[in-house]
DNA sequence: GCTTCAATAGCTAATATTAGCTATTGGTAA
DNA sequence: TTACCAATAGCTAATATTAGCTATTGAAGC
Protein backbone atom coordinates (compact mmCIF):
# COMPACT_ATOMS: atom_id res chain seq x y z
CA UNK A 1 0.00 0.00 0.00
CA UNK A 2 1.45 3.26 -1.35
CA UNK A 3 0.83 6.57 1.15
CA UNK A 4 0.35 9.05 -1.28
CA UNK A 5 -0.05 13.29 -0.21
CA UNK A 6 -0.63 15.67 -3.08
CA UNK A 7 0.14 19.30 -3.49
CA UNK A 8 -1.77 21.16 -6.43
CA UNK A 9 -3.42 24.46 -6.09
CA UNK A 10 -5.86 23.60 -9.05
CA UNK A 11 -8.89 21.79 -7.45
CA UNK A 12 -10.30 20.09 -10.58
CA UNK A 13 -6.88 18.37 -10.98
CA UNK A 14 -6.85 17.47 -7.90
CA UNK A 15 -9.88 16.20 -7.68
CA UNK A 16 -9.06 14.02 -10.69
CA UNK A 17 -5.62 12.70 -8.87
CA UNK A 18 -7.69 11.89 -6.09
CA UNK A 19 -9.99 9.82 -7.91
CA UNK A 20 -7.41 8.28 -10.19
CA UNK A 21 -5.55 7.13 -6.81
CA UNK A 22 -9.15 5.86 -5.48
CA UNK A 23 -9.37 3.84 -8.35
CA UNK A 24 -6.11 1.59 -7.70
CA UNK A 25 -6.17 -0.91 -4.77
CA UNK A 26 -2.61 -0.41 -3.88
CA UNK A 27 -2.60 3.42 -3.78
CA UNK A 28 -4.13 5.22 -0.38
CA UNK A 29 -3.99 8.94 -1.18
CA UNK A 30 -3.15 10.49 2.49
CA UNK A 31 -4.33 13.65 2.18
CA UNK A 32 -3.99 16.75 -0.39
CA UNK A 33 -3.46 20.73 -0.36
CA UNK A 34 -3.62 23.76 -2.38
CA UNK A 35 -0.07 25.00 -1.29
CA UNK A 36 2.85 23.68 0.15
CA UNK A 37 3.85 26.25 3.11
CA UNK A 38 3.17 23.05 5.49
CA UNK A 39 4.88 20.50 3.82
CA UNK A 40 6.46 19.72 6.82
CA UNK A 41 3.81 19.61 9.28
CA UNK A 42 2.03 17.76 6.75
CA UNK A 43 4.59 15.22 5.99
CA UNK A 44 5.11 14.84 9.77
CA UNK A 45 1.45 13.99 10.52
CA UNK A 46 0.20 11.33 7.21
CA UNK A 47 4.26 9.82 6.38
CA UNK A 48 3.78 9.69 2.82
CA UNK A 49 6.26 7.38 1.17
CA UNK A 50 5.43 9.48 -2.34
CA UNK A 51 4.34 13.02 -3.27
CA UNK A 52 2.73 14.23 -5.90
CA UNK A 53 3.76 18.23 -6.26
CA UNK A 54 2.98 20.65 -8.51
CA UNK A 55 5.39 23.37 -9.16
CA UNK A 56 3.31 26.07 -9.70
CA UNK A 57 1.35 27.19 -6.37
CA UNK A 58 0.84 30.29 -4.35
CA UNK A 59 2.55 31.11 -1.72
CA UNK A 60 5.94 28.54 -2.34
CA UNK A 61 6.39 26.72 -5.63
CA UNK A 62 6.83 22.97 -5.73
CA UNK A 63 10.50 22.79 -6.19
CA UNK A 64 11.70 25.38 -3.14
CA UNK A 65 8.87 23.00 -1.15
CA UNK A 66 10.75 19.76 -2.23
CA UNK A 67 13.89 21.17 -1.10
CA UNK A 68 12.66 21.71 2.12
CA UNK A 69 11.00 18.49 2.57
CA UNK A 70 13.83 16.44 1.64
CA UNK A 71 16.32 18.35 3.79
CA UNK A 72 14.27 16.59 7.26
CA UNK A 73 12.85 13.81 5.03
CA UNK A 74 15.20 12.74 2.54
CA UNK A 75 13.42 9.49 1.91
CA UNK A 76 10.37 10.73 1.10
CA UNK A 77 9.10 10.59 -2.96
CA UNK A 78 8.68 13.06 -4.85
CA UNK A 79 6.91 13.16 -8.27
CA UNK A 80 6.98 16.76 -10.28
CA UNK A 81 4.50 17.50 -12.11
CA UNK A 82 4.09 20.75 -14.21
CA UNK A 83 2.47 21.82 -17.39
CA UNK A 84 5.36 22.14 -19.67
CA UNK A 85 8.48 20.16 -20.78
CA UNK A 86 10.32 23.28 -19.56
CA UNK A 87 14.17 22.34 -19.32
CA UNK A 88 15.34 24.81 -16.65
CA UNK A 89 12.55 23.45 -14.29
CA UNK A 90 13.19 19.44 -15.34
CA UNK A 91 16.79 20.23 -14.23
CA UNK A 92 16.04 22.59 -10.97
CA UNK A 93 13.73 19.84 -10.05
CA UNK A 94 16.66 16.91 -10.47
CA UNK A 95 19.29 19.10 -8.91
CA UNK A 96 16.68 19.46 -5.56
CA UNK A 97 16.50 15.65 -5.53
CA UNK A 98 13.04 14.88 -7.44
CA UNK A 99 12.47 11.43 -8.39
CA UNK A 100 10.22 11.83 -11.11
CA UNK A 101 9.11 14.33 -13.23
CA UNK A 102 5.77 14.34 -15.21
CA UNK A 103 3.49 16.82 -17.47
CA UNK A 104 -0.09 16.96 -16.45
CA UNK A 105 -1.11 16.01 -20.16
CA UNK A 106 0.36 12.69 -19.02
CA UNK A 107 -2.42 9.96 -19.11
CA UNK A 108 -3.40 7.56 -16.47
CA UNK A 109 -0.82 4.31 -17.20
CA UNK A 110 1.69 6.93 -17.53
CA UNK A 111 1.03 8.79 -14.16
CA UNK A 112 0.96 5.10 -12.55
CA UNK A 113 3.74 3.55 -14.44
CA UNK A 114 6.11 7.09 -13.08
CA UNK A 115 4.71 6.29 -9.56
CA UNK A 116 5.51 2.65 -9.55
CA UNK A 117 8.61 3.49 -11.17
CA UNK A 118 10.23 5.42 -8.20
CA UNK A 119 8.81 3.17 -5.67
CA UNK A 120 10.53 0.44 -7.36
CA UNK A 121 13.83 2.57 -6.51
CA UNK A 122 13.62 4.30 -10.09
CA UNK A 123 12.86 6.94 -12.10
CA UNK A 124 9.25 8.12 -13.16
CA UNK A 125 9.82 10.22 -16.25
CA UNK A 126 8.62 10.00 -19.85
CA UNK A 127 10.78 8.95 -22.57
CA UNK A 128 10.51 12.33 -24.00
CA UNK A 129 11.29 14.69 -20.26
CA UNK A 130 14.63 11.28 -20.15
CA UNK A 131 15.96 12.76 -23.49
CA UNK A 132 15.95 16.46 -22.01
CA UNK A 133 17.92 15.06 -19.01
CA UNK A 134 20.39 13.17 -21.71
CA UNK A 135 20.49 15.73 -23.92
CA UNK A 136 21.60 18.28 -20.98
CA UNK A 137 25.05 15.96 -21.29
CA UNK A 138 24.82 15.76 -24.43
CA UNK A 139 25.00 19.60 -25.52
CA UNK A 140 28.90 19.79 -24.27
CA UNK A 141 30.18 17.58 -26.69
CA UNK A 142 28.65 18.82 -30.18
CA UNK A 143 31.96 20.82 -29.02
CA UNK A 144 33.71 22.62 -31.06
CA UNK A 145 32.85 23.83 -34.35
CA UNK A 146 35.30 26.80 -33.37
CA UNK A 147 38.70 25.15 -35.04
CA UNK A 148 41.24 27.43 -32.89
CA UNK A 149 44.22 26.16 -33.73
CA UNK A 150 46.60 24.25 -31.02
CA UNK A 151 48.07 27.11 -29.70
CA UNK A 152 45.39 29.02 -29.13
CA UNK A 153 43.37 26.13 -27.81
CA UNK A 154 46.54 25.86 -25.42
CA UNK A 155 46.36 29.32 -24.60
CA UNK A 156 42.61 29.16 -24.01
CA UNK A 157 43.10 26.37 -21.37
CA UNK A 158 45.62 28.42 -19.23
CA UNK A 159 43.11 30.96 -19.45
CA UNK A 160 40.57 29.05 -18.02
CA UNK A 161 42.59 27.59 -15.21
CA UNK A 162 43.08 31.43 -14.04
CA UNK A 163 46.21 32.16 -15.52
CA UNK A 164 47.14 35.80 -16.57
CA UNK A 165 48.31 36.94 -19.77
CA UNK A 166 52.05 37.12 -17.96
CA UNK A 167 51.66 33.61 -16.63
CA UNK A 168 50.87 32.44 -19.81
CA UNK A 169 53.67 33.44 -21.79
CA UNK A 170 55.82 32.46 -18.78
CA UNK A 171 54.40 29.00 -18.84
CA UNK A 172 53.83 28.30 -22.51
CA UNK A 173 57.31 30.32 -23.09
CA UNK A 174 56.27 32.97 -25.95
CA UNK A 175 56.13 36.39 -25.28
CA UNK A 176 53.15 38.37 -23.92
CA UNK A 177 53.10 40.31 -26.88
CA UNK A 178 52.27 37.15 -28.76
CA UNK A 179 49.89 35.29 -25.88
CA UNK A 180 47.76 38.84 -26.29
CA UNK A 181 47.57 38.26 -30.29
CA UNK A 182 46.43 34.52 -30.19
CA UNK A 183 43.78 35.50 -27.67
CA UNK A 184 42.85 38.43 -29.57
CA UNK A 185 41.88 35.96 -32.06
CA UNK A 186 40.26 33.39 -29.78
CA UNK A 187 37.92 35.82 -28.75
CA UNK A 188 37.42 36.59 -31.94
CA UNK A 189 37.17 33.10 -33.52
CA UNK A 190 34.82 32.24 -30.52
CA UNK A 191 33.08 35.54 -30.72
CA UNK A 192 33.19 36.69 -27.15
CA UNK A 193 34.52 39.93 -25.74
CA UNK A 194 35.79 39.37 -22.50
CA UNK A 195 37.49 36.64 -20.29
CA UNK A 196 34.50 35.24 -18.72
CA UNK A 197 32.74 34.51 -22.07
CA UNK A 198 35.94 32.94 -23.34
CA UNK A 199 36.23 30.78 -20.02
CA UNK A 200 32.45 29.87 -20.25
CA UNK A 201 32.99 28.61 -23.65
CA UNK A 202 36.15 26.46 -22.81
CA UNK A 203 34.26 25.07 -20.34
CA UNK A 204 31.15 24.27 -21.97
CA UNK A 205 33.49 22.94 -24.71
CA UNK A 206 35.17 20.78 -22.37
CA UNK A 207 38.43 22.22 -23.48
CA UNK A 208 39.78 21.89 -19.62
CA UNK B 1 9.40 0.05 -41.24
CA UNK B 2 12.65 0.51 -38.88
CA UNK B 3 15.73 -0.69 -39.96
CA UNK B 4 18.30 -1.67 -37.37
CA UNK B 5 21.59 -2.63 -37.10
CA UNK B 6 23.39 -4.92 -34.32
CA UNK B 7 26.86 -4.39 -33.18
CA UNK B 8 27.84 -7.28 -30.78
CA UNK B 9 31.34 -8.95 -30.27
CA UNK B 10 29.26 -11.90 -28.52
CA UNK B 11 27.88 -14.43 -31.52
CA UNK B 12 25.23 -15.61 -29.21
CA UNK B 13 24.19 -12.40 -28.26
CA UNK B 14 23.74 -11.35 -32.01
CA UNK B 15 21.79 -14.30 -32.65
CA UNK B 16 19.03 -13.56 -29.88
CA UNK B 17 18.51 -9.87 -30.75
CA UNK B 18 18.49 -11.23 -34.60
CA UNK B 19 15.32 -13.44 -33.96
CA UNK B 20 13.54 -10.85 -31.40
CA UNK B 21 13.60 -8.13 -34.45
CA UNK B 22 12.77 -11.12 -36.96
CA UNK B 23 9.65 -11.71 -34.55
CA UNK B 24 8.26 -8.15 -34.54
CA UNK B 25 6.85 -7.26 -38.01
CA UNK B 26 8.00 -3.59 -37.76
CA UNK B 27 11.50 -4.31 -37.61
CA UNK B 28 13.76 -4.88 -40.26
CA UNK B 29 17.80 -6.21 -39.34
CA UNK B 30 19.71 -4.42 -41.75
CA UNK B 31 23.21 -6.31 -40.45
CA UNK B 32 24.75 -7.07 -37.20
CA UNK B 33 28.53 -7.17 -36.95
CA UNK B 34 30.87 -8.63 -34.15
CA UNK B 35 32.73 -4.89 -34.42
CA UNK B 36 32.38 -1.24 -35.06
CA UNK B 37 35.31 -0.49 -37.01
CA UNK B 38 33.43 -0.08 -40.24
CA UNK B 39 30.71 1.94 -38.93
CA UNK B 40 30.84 4.35 -41.41
CA UNK B 41 31.04 2.07 -44.60
CA UNK B 42 27.94 -0.23 -42.99
CA UNK B 43 25.82 2.73 -41.82
CA UNK B 44 26.12 4.34 -45.53
CA UNK B 45 25.54 0.90 -46.99
CA UNK B 46 22.83 -0.21 -44.84
CA UNK B 47 21.29 3.37 -44.19
CA UNK B 48 20.33 2.19 -40.23
CA UNK B 49 17.24 4.26 -38.51
CA UNK B 50 18.75 2.68 -35.43
CA UNK B 51 21.37 1.22 -33.96
CA UNK B 52 22.13 -1.57 -30.85
CA UNK B 53 25.59 -0.66 -29.55
CA UNK B 54 27.20 -3.05 -27.28
CA UNK B 55 30.06 -1.23 -25.38
CA UNK B 56 32.91 -3.76 -24.72
CA UNK B 57 34.02 -5.17 -28.59
CA UNK B 58 37.16 -5.56 -29.74
CA UNK B 59 39.10 -3.36 -32.03
CA UNK B 60 37.05 -0.29 -30.68
CA UNK B 61 34.00 -0.06 -27.78
CA UNK B 62 30.75 0.85 -28.84
CA UNK B 63 31.00 4.74 -27.53
CA UNK B 64 34.08 5.17 -29.45
CA UNK B 65 32.23 3.55 -32.13
CA UNK B 66 29.18 6.19 -32.00
CA UNK B 67 31.14 8.66 -31.48
CA UNK B 68 32.51 8.64 -34.96
CA UNK B 69 29.15 7.28 -36.54
CA UNK B 70 27.25 10.94 -34.99
CA UNK B 71 29.92 13.58 -36.50
CA UNK B 72 28.91 12.15 -39.93
CA UNK B 73 25.26 10.70 -39.28
CA UNK B 74 23.89 12.84 -36.14
CA UNK B 75 20.21 11.74 -37.05
CA UNK B 76 20.88 7.80 -36.52
CA UNK B 77 19.68 6.79 -33.52
CA UNK B 78 21.67 4.86 -30.85
CA UNK B 79 21.13 2.63 -28.10
CA UNK B 80 24.15 1.59 -25.89
CA UNK B 81 23.36 -2.37 -24.27
CA UNK B 82 25.85 -3.14 -21.76
CA UNK B 83 26.61 -5.88 -19.35
CA UNK B 84 26.90 -3.50 -16.18
CA UNK B 85 24.85 0.18 -14.56
CA UNK B 86 28.49 1.60 -14.87
CA UNK B 87 27.83 5.46 -13.67
CA UNK B 88 30.81 6.11 -15.84
CA UNK B 89 30.06 4.29 -19.06
CA UNK B 90 26.27 6.22 -18.64
CA UNK B 91 27.28 9.06 -18.71
CA UNK B 92 30.02 8.55 -21.81
CA UNK B 93 27.37 7.45 -23.79
CA UNK B 94 25.12 10.43 -22.86
CA UNK B 95 27.86 12.58 -23.86
CA UNK B 96 28.62 10.98 -26.99
CA UNK B 97 24.99 11.25 -28.10
CA UNK B 98 22.90 8.02 -27.06
CA UNK B 99 19.74 8.37 -27.30
CA UNK B 100 19.42 5.16 -25.53
CA UNK B 101 20.82 2.47 -22.50
CA UNK B 102 19.96 -0.81 -22.15
CA UNK B 103 20.91 -3.61 -20.22
CA UNK B 104 21.63 -6.88 -21.53
CA UNK B 105 19.78 -8.18 -18.81
CA UNK B 106 16.77 -6.30 -20.08
CA UNK B 107 13.57 -8.46 -21.30
CA UNK B 108 12.41 -8.29 -24.65
CA UNK B 109 9.75 -6.06 -23.49
CA UNK B 110 12.11 -3.39 -22.55
CA UNK B 111 14.24 -3.77 -25.70
CA UNK B 112 11.15 -3.35 -27.72
CA UNK B 113 10.22 -0.46 -25.46
CA UNK B 114 13.45 0.97 -25.59
CA UNK B 115 13.48 0.99 -29.14
CA UNK B 116 10.37 2.47 -29.89
CA UNK B 117 10.44 4.94 -27.14
CA UNK B 118 13.79 6.37 -29.17
CA UNK B 119 12.31 5.62 -32.29
CA UNK B 120 8.90 8.16 -31.30
CA UNK B 121 11.82 11.08 -30.18
CA UNK B 122 12.20 10.15 -26.75
CA UNK B 123 15.23 8.24 -24.58
CA UNK B 124 15.11 4.31 -24.31
CA UNK B 125 15.97 3.40 -20.62
CA UNK B 126 14.91 1.86 -17.58
CA UNK B 127 13.74 3.98 -14.65
CA UNK B 128 16.87 2.66 -13.03
CA UNK B 129 19.15 3.97 -15.40
CA UNK B 130 16.96 7.40 -15.51
CA UNK B 131 17.34 7.37 -11.73
CA UNK B 132 21.22 7.60 -11.84
CA UNK B 133 21.05 10.07 -14.66
CA UNK B 134 19.31 12.10 -12.45
CA UNK B 135 20.94 11.30 -9.47
CA UNK B 136 24.16 12.61 -11.48
CA UNK B 137 22.52 16.36 -11.62
CA UNK B 138 21.82 15.93 -7.37
CA UNK B 139 25.31 14.96 -7.06
CA UNK B 140 26.99 18.51 -8.89
CA UNK B 141 25.19 20.33 -7.28
CA UNK B 142 25.49 19.77 -3.90
CA UNK B 143 29.34 20.03 -4.71
CA UNK B 144 29.73 23.55 -3.41
CA UNK B 145 31.33 23.91 0.09
CA UNK B 146 32.40 27.51 -0.41
CA UNK B 147 29.10 28.90 1.10
CA UNK B 148 28.74 31.93 -0.70
CA UNK B 149 25.65 34.11 -0.23
CA UNK B 150 22.77 34.64 -2.78
CA UNK B 151 24.26 37.82 -4.23
CA UNK B 152 27.55 36.54 -4.05
CA UNK B 153 26.39 33.23 -6.11
CA UNK B 154 23.83 35.51 -8.56
CA UNK B 155 27.19 37.61 -9.29
CA UNK B 156 29.19 34.88 -9.98
CA UNK B 157 26.87 33.45 -12.18
CA UNK B 158 26.56 36.26 -14.28
CA UNK B 159 30.60 36.96 -14.31
CA UNK B 160 30.83 33.71 -15.60
CA UNK B 161 28.43 34.18 -18.47
CA UNK B 162 30.90 37.21 -19.73
CA UNK B 163 29.54 40.38 -18.26
CA UNK B 164 31.51 43.09 -16.84
CA UNK B 165 31.09 44.68 -13.57
CA UNK B 166 29.19 47.23 -14.99
CA UNK B 167 26.50 45.46 -16.96
CA UNK B 168 26.42 43.34 -13.98
CA UNK B 169 25.19 46.67 -11.93
CA UNK B 170 23.27 47.35 -14.62
CA UNK B 171 21.35 43.86 -14.55
CA UNK B 172 20.86 43.45 -11.07
CA UNK B 173 20.38 46.74 -10.14
CA UNK B 174 23.33 47.10 -7.92
CA UNK B 175 25.87 49.83 -8.08
CA UNK B 176 29.02 49.43 -9.38
CA UNK B 177 31.03 49.63 -6.61
CA UNK B 178 28.81 46.79 -4.67
CA UNK B 179 29.28 44.55 -7.54
CA UNK B 180 33.16 45.08 -6.95
CA UNK B 181 32.70 44.42 -3.12
CA UNK B 182 30.87 41.47 -3.92
CA UNK B 183 33.37 39.99 -6.40
CA UNK B 184 36.26 40.66 -3.77
CA UNK B 185 34.23 38.35 -1.04
CA UNK B 186 34.04 35.73 -3.70
CA UNK B 187 38.13 35.59 -4.36
CA UNK B 188 38.33 35.54 -1.06
CA UNK B 189 36.24 32.58 -0.53
CA UNK B 190 36.88 31.00 -3.67
CA UNK B 191 40.84 31.72 -2.77
CA UNK B 192 41.27 32.74 -5.93
CA UNK B 193 42.91 35.84 -7.54
CA UNK B 194 41.60 36.27 -11.19
CA UNK B 195 38.46 36.10 -13.03
CA UNK B 196 39.34 33.31 -15.00
CA UNK B 197 40.16 30.84 -11.95
CA UNK B 198 36.70 32.20 -10.53
CA UNK B 199 34.71 31.43 -13.84
CA UNK B 200 36.28 27.65 -13.64
CA UNK B 201 35.25 26.81 -10.36
CA UNK B 202 32.22 28.21 -10.60
CA UNK B 203 31.46 25.92 -13.55
CA UNK B 204 32.99 23.22 -12.33
CA UNK B 205 30.81 23.56 -9.51
CA UNK B 206 27.91 23.90 -11.48
CA UNK B 207 26.81 27.36 -10.30
CA UNK B 208 26.42 28.36 -13.79
C1' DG C 1 57.03 29.38 -57.19
C1' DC C 2 53.25 31.55 -55.07
C1' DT C 3 49.77 31.98 -51.63
C1' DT C 4 47.84 31.29 -47.39
C1' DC C 5 48.02 31.08 -42.66
C1' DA C 6 49.59 29.74 -37.91
C1' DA C 7 52.86 31.32 -34.88
C1' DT C 8 55.63 34.63 -33.47
C1' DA C 9 56.88 39.67 -31.85
C1' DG C 10 55.98 44.41 -31.12
C1' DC C 11 53.38 48.83 -29.83
C1' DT C 12 49.56 51.76 -27.71
C1' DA C 13 45.20 53.89 -26.07
C1' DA C 14 41.07 52.99 -23.80
C1' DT C 15 38.81 50.19 -20.40
C1' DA C 16 38.37 46.88 -16.85
C1' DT C 17 39.84 44.47 -13.01
C1' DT C 18 42.02 43.78 -8.48
C1' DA C 19 42.69 44.84 -3.88
C1' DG C 20 43.45 48.12 -0.45
C1' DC C 21 40.50 51.00 2.45
C1' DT C 22 35.82 53.26 5.03
C1' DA C 23 31.01 53.25 6.28
C1' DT C 24 25.67 52.70 6.69
C1' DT C 25 21.60 49.72 7.02
C1' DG C 26 18.77 45.91 8.38
C1' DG C 27 18.24 41.38 10.08
C1' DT C 28 19.39 37.78 13.26
C1' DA C 29 21.54 35.19 16.82
C1' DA C 30 23.60 35.23 21.34
C1' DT D 1 20.60 44.79 23.70
C1' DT D 2 24.69 43.98 21.81
C1' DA D 3 27.27 41.92 18.31
C1' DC D 4 27.77 40.13 14.04
C1' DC D 5 27.33 40.01 9.18
C1' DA D 6 25.27 40.37 4.48
C1' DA D 7 24.24 43.86 1.46
C1' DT D 8 24.89 48.15 0.14
C1' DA D 9 27.83 52.43 -1.42
C1' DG D 10 31.97 54.90 -2.09
C1' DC D 11 37.03 55.89 -3.24
C1' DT D 12 41.75 54.98 -5.33
C1' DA D 13 46.23 53.17 -7.03
C1' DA D 14 48.31 49.49 -9.32
C1' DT D 15 47.73 46.06 -12.80
C1' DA D 16 45.56 43.60 -16.43
C1' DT D 17 42.85 43.22 -20.32
C1' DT D 18 40.93 44.51 -24.82
C1' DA D 19 41.33 45.84 -29.39
C1' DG D 20 43.35 48.61 -32.75
C1' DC D 21 47.48 48.35 -35.62
C1' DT D 22 52.29 46.31 -38.20
C1' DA D 23 55.43 42.68 -39.47
C1' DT D 24 58.57 38.30 -39.95
C1' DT D 25 59.08 33.27 -40.33
C1' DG D 26 58.11 28.69 -41.70
C1' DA D 27 55.06 25.09 -43.19
C1' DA D 28 51.28 23.36 -46.16
C1' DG D 29 48.70 23.49 -50.30
C1' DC D 30 48.03 24.75 -55.06
Redesign the pocket.
Known amino acids: MINIVIYDDHKPRRDSLEALLSLASNYHLAGSFADCLNILEDTKRLTPDLILMDIEMPGMNGIEGMRILKQVYPDVKVIIQTAFEDDEKIFKAMQAGAEGYILKTATIQQITQAIDDVMQGGAGMSPSIALKVMRYFNKQSSAKGYQL????TAILKELAQGL???MIADK?G?????V??????V?EKLQV????E?VAIAHKEKLV
Chains 1, 2 share one sequence.
Not at 149 to 152: G, H, L, S, Y
Not at 174 to 178: D, G, L, N, R
Not at 193 to 196: F, Q, T, Y
Open positions: TDKESYKIISYFTNNHIKRYHSLGA
